[in-house]
């Protein structure tokens, strides 16, 4: 059943309370009731002001508790002192939901008075929209309770936005550009409700076919994933994220932290949602209204019919970069284009109909598209040639449109003079998708594969979780707690790797030199020696570590250099012994991390690892925890790739072994809340068949009795 405070209410509600309602054109109270009766809002409109009258020919009261019907919103344009009195009234009076305009909460550090907003509005059952917002647009109730500009043309797209000023200049430019909307929520400071709460509202709305959202932080991140993850099988959502630039590395205690720029992060979990995220507002703008229109694709192969050979290479490369397939079946496109081909033109895909084609040619050319079940999206190029007249060419691509329109995705692009630039705004206000750049109009065309892809590839099917020994791991931690650490020791951080199921290089801790040359023998020659004491540190420096050491010899003889240079480094050192450990066969070293990332909980980080690792930042993330499609997905997305694919006749490396890890690392992240990072460095990765190597794991966690993370 629906509740008052449903988010159908505020979306359709029977009344609506502008409570601050002015008499005086120049204040916010007054814009937002005549957006409202300018609207034609199918339920009550109720102004409200102390002084009562009127205001637009509406009755004004004087207090809320005098309006007889039903209020299910109530619009708060009250400077800030009087919004917890109205929200007062608001309760008394059985609101369901508070659009609150007024500025002066938390983003002037006024935490508390936010706070207490928001409790005083839950005590009553009442949900919060902002504070700090210019308010919301409902195409289904024609409510425009917002101070912007007014005039928005109801549609299918639907914009939830954290910039109040973007948010009201966006106005402005979807009724430029006529795009018509199907909601618009300003989310300001979101004290309670959210994109997440916004997003499940509109993934079940009939009118809005695409959502976008424009992002400048994300709170509560791990819901908005969850939320996203599933309304991207149902609807196209396309995202805008201020910030793109580097941020300093957060809490750089480990690489996973300081690889984990917000941006990047946000962009490969956007991705893995299967959000589409425009780099500017213009291309978003591009996308939401050809996704709002289009008809999905039936398959991948796309046909590019030019008049132009150059626009064709460029239209060739702009698919590349977008993802766009193109059609290439050669015998058949010579079959289908045979009729309208020129001698000199050429039947490959792009089709090049050369620059004496006439509109009838090009007409015919992408009819003959349409026509083939197994080409699925037309991009029509033209540059501007003597022979067209361009009045009729515009009625020809509008009649090519329609009939593609509900069948096949096209995009056209067209260059020329100002004849063609009067021609592509005319056709845009129609809504005919030309674009003046090839790459704008096959962009348009790549959001579409990609959120089509994502559309049908449905749910990710469960997968039984690798199996660990999640008790053992917290005992360690629960130890390692007691005496005040953040920080596992090498040997408490084995033990974890070992519970998780990694495989680390053999190691056998020897207190005297025939335990040390024992040790060795058992684990197989090369050995590694490190020196074993509290008191040293930096084993390196101290000249507490040999490598590859062949024979008994090279142990005995590395045995003494390292006792002697370790307590010449510090000679009140207590030395517990040596560690003698496998030496690591070379591989593929690579880095896989997994942390609590301030915005969305747990992540997993795979990379290209080694000594380049912060230079390179060859990485990618993805929230946690992750299947194995989605661990093997991390691994082929990085630059570095085809190193584990093998190159230059090396073999394919053991890809699958890696993936393992990832998904192990995902899951331990994700069920160990008090795990903060935890990160292999090197992973070593061999061939295909071999395994791979946890050379070294770190872990920090959320300690019990205080003490420094290292
Ligand atoms: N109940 C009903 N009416 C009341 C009450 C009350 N409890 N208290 C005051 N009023 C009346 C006032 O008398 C006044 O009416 P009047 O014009 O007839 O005198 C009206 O409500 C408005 O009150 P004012 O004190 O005149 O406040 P004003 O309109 O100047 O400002 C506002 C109120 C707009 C909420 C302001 O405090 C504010 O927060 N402005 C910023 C809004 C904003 O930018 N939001 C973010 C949008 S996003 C972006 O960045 C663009």
Redesign the pocket.
Known sequence: METRASMGRLFNPRGVAV??????PG????RVVENMVKAGFTGEIYP????GGEILGRKVYA??ADVEGAVDVAV?????E?VL??VG?CAAKDVGHLVV????FSEIGNIALEKELVALAKKHGMRVL??????IYSATSRLDAT?GPGGILPGHVAIVTQ???L??AMIGKTAAESLGLSALI?V?NKSDIDEADLLEYLADDPETRVVLLYVEGVKNGERLVKTLREVTQRKHVVVIKSGRSARGAMAAASHTGSLAGADDVFDDIMRQCGVLRAESVQEAFNWVRFLSTAPLPSGEDAVIVTNGGGIGVLATDACEKYGVRLYDNQPVLATAFADVMPEFGSSKNPVDLTGQATGDDYARSLDAVLARSDMHAAIALYCETALFDTTQFADLLRSVYRRYAEVKPIVFALFGGERIETMIRELRSEGVPVFGDVYEAISVLGSLYRSWRRLTEGNEEAETPPEMDIASIRQVLARAGAQGRKFLLAHEAAEVAAALGLRMPRSILARDLDAAIRAAETIGYPVVMKVVSKDIVHKSDAGGVALDLEDRDEVVDAYQAILRSCLRYKPDAVIEGVEVVEMVRAGVETIVGARQDPSFGPVAMFGLGGIYVEVMKDVSFRAAPVTGRVAREMIGSIRAYPLLLGVRGESRKDIGAAADVVMRLGRLIAECREITDIEVNPLVVYDYGEGVKAVDVRILFRGTQGGDAA
Request: hydrophobic fraction near 40%; proline fraction near 7%.
């Open positions: 409570v601050g309602a002015s008499a005086n204040k916010i109270g007054y409200i002001n102390p002084k207090k809320l708060l344009a009250v400077p800030a009087h009195g109205a009234d305009v007024t500025s002066g902002g504070p700090n917002i210019f308010g101070f910039s109040g000023a948010g009201i300003s300001g």
